[in-house]
């Protein structure tokens, strides 16, 4: 039983290594409505430089979670999207917006993000 809880409790710490980094969430959940190449992204989650939004996709690529498919041109042009490991995030993500809904005091809301339908 002991080697069993630690299993789980290892898996845990791995998700939340990657969650826990700043705007891997984010970076996931605006890409679960699909390829995006990198000014969309960076439109979408207005809060991020550059830099880091880069940074987090090279990581998220690195692990898997996220695919760069570079297309053609001219002009040639890179989009991002989740791969079939990075789609599994949406039960996550849905179960963590459930949550965030019944628990979190309501706040005003914030520019950091903006979804396609807006």
Do not use: N
């Not at 987090?56 to 692990?63: G, I, M, P, V, Y």
């Not at 789609?87 to 996550?92: L, T």
Request: net charge positive; hydrophobic share 40%.
């Amino acid at each position: 039983m002991a080697v069993r809880r630690y299993r789980s409790c290892a898996a845990v710490q791995a998700a939340l290594d990657v969650l826990g980094r700043p705007w891997t969430g984010l970076v996931l959940y605006v890409l679960q409505d699909g390829p995006l190449r990198f000014s969309e992204l960076s439109a979408r989650i207005t809060e991020i430089g550059d830099k880091m939004l880069s940074a987090r996709l090279k990581e998220l690529e690195r692990k898997g979670l996220v695919a760069r498919d570079v297309h053609p041109g001219p002009p040639v042009r890179v989009s991002y999207r989740l791969t079939p490991k990075g789609a599994g995030f949406r039960d996550i993500m849905k179960a963590i917006d459930e949550w965030g809904r019944e628990h979190m005091v309501a706040r005003p809301a914030r520019q950091g993000i903006r979804s396609a339908r807006q």
